[in-house]
T-cell receptor, first 115, second 109 residues
Framework: DAGITQSPRYKITETGRQVTLMCHQT?????MFWYRQDLGHGLRLIYY???????DKGEVPDGYVVSRSKTENFPLTLESATRSQTSVYFC??????????????FGEGSRLTVL | GQSLEQPSEVTAVEGAIVQINCTYQ??????LSWYQQHDGGAPTFLSYNALDGLEETGRFSSFLSRSDSYGYLLLQELQMKDSASYFC??????????FGAGTTVTVRA
C-alpha cells in the first residue's frame, strides 16, 4: 500500500540494548524526518534527511543514529537504549516544494518502552 | 534562542469559534504550518502559510503576520470531533520543521 509505514509499532526493550526503528515510504519523497513525542514537549526533531546519503541533526540527536542508503527507507537506531528514550517516535516524509513546504506526512508511530 | 509559544488548553462548546495563537522567535523562518493530532494518533497536516494573510480550508483558517512573528489557527463551527491537540510548526529555510508544545482543544456539547 502507498504511504509511510513504521515498524515495530510497539517495542519493549531493556537499558543498554540496541534498537532499530524502521520507516518506509512509497511516495519517493526527498525529505524524511524522525521526531519523538513526550508528554508536554510536543514533537522534537531528532534527525532529518534531504535525500539518500544526506542526513542532519535536529534538536535532540544524542543517543541516536540514522542512515539513508535508499530514498524510501530511513531507519533510526538507538545504539544503547536508556530509560529517557522511552517515547513515541514518529517518522515523516515530505516532497518539499515551494507550494507544499510545511506539509509532512506522518507514520502511525512506534511506541518504545525502555525498562 | 528559538521558540514557539501557543496556549496549552482551550475549551469551547459545539458550534463556537476558537482561535489558537502562535508566536515565534526564530531565525531562518520560511513559513508556519498547523497540525492536528487526536489521542493515540499521528499528527495530520491542516494548513501552511508562507506569505502574510489568511488561508482558508473549509472550517479551518490559518493566518500569518511575519512582521509580528505571529500566526493563528481559527476553528469555526466547532464539532465534537475537533477535540484534539493542535500544533503550530515553523518551517526553516533549511527545510526542517520544529513544533510547538501543542494546544489541547476540548469541545463540549
Amino acid at each position: 500500500d502507498a504511504g509511510i509505514t513504521q515498524s515495530p509499532r510497539y517495542k519493549i526493550t531493556e537499558t543498554g540494548r540496541q534498537v532499530t526503528l524502521m520507516c518506509h515510504q512509497t511516495w519517493s519523497h526527498s525529505y524524511m524526518f524522525w521526531y519523538r513525542q513526550d508528554l508536554g514537549h510536543g514533537l522534537r526533531l531528532i534527525y532529518y534527511s534531504a535525500a539518500a546519503d544526506i542526513t542532519d541533526k535536529g534538536e535532540v540527536p544524542d543517543g541516536y543514529v540514522v542512515s539513508r542508503s535508499k530514498t524510501e527507507n530511513f531507519p533510526l537506531t538507538l545504539e544503547s537504549a536508556t530509560r529517557s528514550q522511552t517515547s513515541v517516535y514518529f517518522c515523516a516524509s515530505s516532497e518539499w516544494e515551494v507550494e507544499t513546504a510545511g506539509e509532512l506526512f506522518f507514520g502511525e508511530g512506534s511506541r518504545l518502552t525502555v525498562l | 534562542g528559538q521558540s514557539l509559544e501557543q496556549p496549552s488548553e482551550v475549551t469551547a462548546v459545539e458550534g463556537a469559534i476558537v482561535q489558537i495563537n502562535c508566536t515565534y522567535q526564530t531565525s531562518g523562518f520560511y513559513g508556519l504550518s498547523w497540525y492536528q493530532q487526536h489521542d493515540g494518533g499521528a499528527p495530520t497536516f491542516l494548513s501552511y502559510n508562507a506569505l502574510d494573510g489568511l488561508e482558508e480550508t473549509g472550517r479551518f483558517s490559518s493566518f500569518l503576520s511575519r512582521s509580528d512573528s505571529y500566526g493563528y489557527l481559527l476553528l469555526q463551527e466547532l464539532q465534537m470531533k475537533d477535540s484534539a491537540s493542535y500544533f503550530c510548526a515553523w518551517v526553516a529555510d533549511d527545510y526542517k520543521l520544529s513544533f510547538g508544545a501543542g494546544t489541547t482543544v476540548t469541545v463540549r456539547a
